[in-house]
């Protein structure tokens, strides 16, 4: 909700092109002033971010002789870039599934589901929206957020995000989609377009909205190869409200350098392993890899309600996000660092690379009912 004073659309005669730059304030900012000010001098605020404290502002491209940093109330900018979705492999339509799809089988999810669901705890998929008439997802699908185009629902025309919601909290026996957490409230924060590409401004909205929600996970099934100083203070924010981060290493088989935000210390970064425990050929590996998780030849939801089979970092990251659920439920205040550690003292080595370990559902839910004085067997 914007505020009364905040200024209206900009005259037609006046829109010429424009481009976006992502403001930060000082801390004891005149947040009025400032935007005020901004529009004085030309420029057009879009967007508030309170919880970042950042302004999204329109400039002319040409002709622009305000200088940012002269501003009194601004610490910094950056200029807004689009980041696009790590492509997955597409698959084909599938048809014959198992009633557990392999990836829950192998992390030994299914065989918590009598102790936990991950009910209620609110998972965000930040991503290409969510095909919410899906058989498999509709029963947890609480809403969300067109980042995009606010007027219009965060609905899927692209699949990548559907496809990662299947995978957390799937609940359709019939379909064999029964995803790691089938019990937990799914929001679509849609900041991708059907193309499957975002603007940075997008992804700190998406990130901003979470928190103004309350968002216990945020899935971040994306990469950018590029460090952002925002992104990073977006994530720093969020990882302070506690926020639980999990995001995707990229699919460029590189051994050494994996994408933001995974990179990021308070992120949880996930890379991929296939159906024989080894990592898969298309996973980065390196500095920020905290977890393998299963991301080969995942089956999950599809848009016009079929099923398919994808394979990417970007299936592995919600194997992790619902196992988080499934711990949440169990102990709702458990922080970022804390799931963290369930994770890897609950893994399993990687076969071929004794540095990572590879996510064990089963075992950390097991970990945590010991330190709780439980016994999960």
């Not at 998929?125 to 980042?147: L, P, R, S, W």
Request: proline share 6%; aromatic share 8%.
């Amino acid at each position: 909700m914007l505020p009364d004073w905040f200024p209206g659309p900009i005259p037609m005669y006046n829109r010429r092109p424009r481009v976006r730059k992502i403001i930060h304030l000082r801390q004891r900012r005149d947040l009025r002033g400032c935007i005020q000010e901004l529009s004085r001098v030309g420029g057009r605020p879009v967007r508030v971010l309170p919880h970042l404290g950042v302004v999204i502002g329109e400039f002319l491209q040409t002709g622009d002789s305000y200088s940012l940093e002269g501003h009194p109330d601004v610490a910094h900018w950056e200029p807004d870039i689009q980041v696009t979705l790590s492509d997955p492999f597409v698959g084909e339509i599938s048809r014959n599934i198992p009633s557990i799809p392999w990836g829950v089988q192998e992390i030994g999810a299914h065989k918590t589901w009598r102790y936990t669901k991950g009910r209620g705890v609110k998972v965000a998929v930040v991503d290409t929206g969510i095909a919410n008439d899906h058989v498999a997802v509709q029963g947890n699908y609480k809403g969300g957020v067109n980042i995009i185009s606010p007027m219009f629902t965060p609905y899927d025309y692209n699949g990548h995000g559907t496809h990662v919601a299947g995978i957390i909290a799937g609940r359709s026996e019939e379909l064999g989609i029964l995803g790691v957490a089938p019990r937990v409230h799914l929001y679509a924060v849609k900041a991708f377009n059907r193309r499957g590409s975002a603007s940075l401004s997008d992804l700190l909205s998406a990130i901003n909205w979470c928190i103004e929600n309350r968002m216990d996970i945020i899935n971040m099934s994306f990469g950018m190869v590029k460090v952002s100083d925002s992104l990073r203070q977006a994530i720093q924010t969020a990882y302070r409200r506690k926020i639980v981060m999990v995001a995707a290493s990229g699919n460029q088989g590189s051994n050494g350098n994996i994408d933001y935000p995974a990179r990021f210390d308070e992120t949880i970064g996930v890379t991929a392993t296939g159906k024989d425990g080894k990592l898969a050929s298309f996973s980065n590996t390196g500095a920020g890899v905290d977890l393998a998780a299963p991301g080969d030849k995942i089956t999950s939801c599809w848009l016009n309600g079929v099923t398919r089979e994808m394979s990417g970092t970007s299936m592995a990251v919600p194997h992790v996000s619902g196992t988080a659920a499934l711990l949440l439920y169990l102990k709702p205040d458990l922080s970022p660092d804390q799931l963290r550690q369930l994770f890897t003292q609950g893994g399993v080595p990687v076969s071929g690379h004794d540095g990572y370990r590879r996510l064990n559902a089963h075992h950390s839910v097991q970990l945590l009912a010991r330190y709780m004085g439980r016994f999960i067997p």
